[in-house]
Structure formats: structure tokens, C-alpha cells
């Protein structure tokens, strides 16, 4: 069987606190995504929800416009039964490479990646205190998704906010993986185990992972992001420079 090269071809960032339309323009830019859409987000009861989610319909209709050159108003989006987004318009060329793409937003940023012939995903996590339970509470109730020694990384440190950027940092790196499969809660996380590098070392990762790449950085002190990518052919930038990984998309 042939496979086709896969290639990382978009990361994209956006900071929301960046962008503060006025009402009016708001509410043009809400008519310029998909009616099912702009209603699910018309919904949301906090406005920086709103803003998360629309930008992230932003993203994927500019990547498409961006790709593929056609106007805004002829690209079609669905979802699957899990929910994650896919492309339905235009169809793509059977000679042409799969694109695969994924968005997350959390806190203060709404990040995209995009890949050619493998499947991709995202996460991207402020770094918080948990609102109605200590972090202890918190922790216990997420302590099954991760293996013995990823927990002990975690709860090594002393101060508890450090404990927090740990977590989060496998967190997303799960939750990248998940998203990239697309099948949700399906998936016994804690069999697949991470060992984070130190400095510019590579990511270690449990075997039953290893046709995948992972990647994570900050976007600032207090969001993390992963990717994850499966390796259907070659990967021409496998473990790319943690600095070099997002860059901004202001538009
Ligand atoms: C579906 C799920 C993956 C979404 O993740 P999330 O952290 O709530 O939200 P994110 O901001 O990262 O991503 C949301 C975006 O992902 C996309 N998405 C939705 N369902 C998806 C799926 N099944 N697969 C991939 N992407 C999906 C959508 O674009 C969504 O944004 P939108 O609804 O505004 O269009 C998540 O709710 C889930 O099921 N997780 C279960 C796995 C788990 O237990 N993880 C613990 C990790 S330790």
C-alpha cells in the first residue's frame, strides 16, 4: 500500500483578548459562518465563549479559503457522530492530499493545526485553579487517566500551582491524542504514558503510541498546547523546534 507523506501544514494561534469588535461587527462576523453554528453560538451565556467558539470557525474557514482559494461562502463544514468537525465542501480531488484539521480553545487563545494524510489534533489548557473544588478534589477525580508515573511527576511538586502546570501539561497531550482519534471517552488514557523532556531532550512515549508524534509548548505563562500526529508515511518535521511551532495569525 502507498502512503502519502504526511506533513504538518498549519499552527496557527489566536489570542481573543487581541480582538474587541464593536456589537455591530460582532454580530456581521457571526453571519459570515454556518447558520447550525452561528445559532449553537448565539447560546452561549458568557460572551467570551462565544468569542472562543466563533473564532475557532474563523480559523477553520480561513485555513480552507486560505488552501484551497475559494470563497468564504463556498466552504461547508459538518461534524461527525463524536462531534469533531470535518471539511465537506468542496470535496477534495482524489489525487489530492487528505487534509485533516483540528481546533482547541481555552482561557485567553484559540488554536488550529492542520495536516496533510494523517490525523492531527489539538489542546490547549489555561493553567487555573479548579472554581468550585480544591485542587485535591480536582485531582482525584481525574487521577484514573493517567499511569503511576505520570502522577508522581505531577504530584511532586511542593507549591500547588506548579503541581497544576504539570497536569495540564499531560493533560493536553492526552487530550491532543483523543482529539486526533476522534472518538471522545472511548479511550483508557492511562495506558498511554508520557515522559516529558527536560530542556531540548525527545518526548518519551509508551509503545502502544509510538506511530504518533507529540508535541507541546506554552503559548505564555499560562497556556499550554499539544499536537499530536499520527505517522501514516514520512514526517518531514517530526519533533519540530518547540519555538518555531505557532505562529500568529492576526488576521
Ligand atoms: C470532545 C473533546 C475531545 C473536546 O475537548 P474540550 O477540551 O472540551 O475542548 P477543546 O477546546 O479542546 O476542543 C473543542 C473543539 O474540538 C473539536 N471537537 C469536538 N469534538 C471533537 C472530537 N470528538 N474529536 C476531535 N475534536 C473535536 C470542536 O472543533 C470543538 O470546538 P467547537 O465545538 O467550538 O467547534 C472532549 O470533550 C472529550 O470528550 N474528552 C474526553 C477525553 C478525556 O477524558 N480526556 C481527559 C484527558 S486526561
Known sequence: MFLAPSKIIARWAFNVQDWNPSKEQYKQVLL???SEERERIEKFKFFIDSKLALVGRLLMRFLFNKLYKIPWNEIKFARTKE????LIKPESNPNDPIINFNISHHGDWVVLVAAEN???????????????QTVQEFFETLRDQFSNFEW?????PLQEIDQLHQFYRYWCLKESYVKAVGIGLALDLKTI???L???DERMNISENVKQWNFEELYLDNLHCVAVSYSTLGDVDNEYASRQNLFALALY
Open 32 to 34: 459570515s459562518i454556518q
Open 83 to 86: 462531534n469533531k468537525p470535518i
Open 118 to 132: 494523517c490525523r492531527i489534533g489539538i489542546d490547549v489548557m489555561k493553567v487555573e485553579y479548579p472554581k468550585r
Open 152 to 156: 508522581n511527576i505531577i504530584t511532586t
Open 193 to 195: 504514558e508520557f515522559h
Open 197 to 199: 523532556p527536560e530542556n
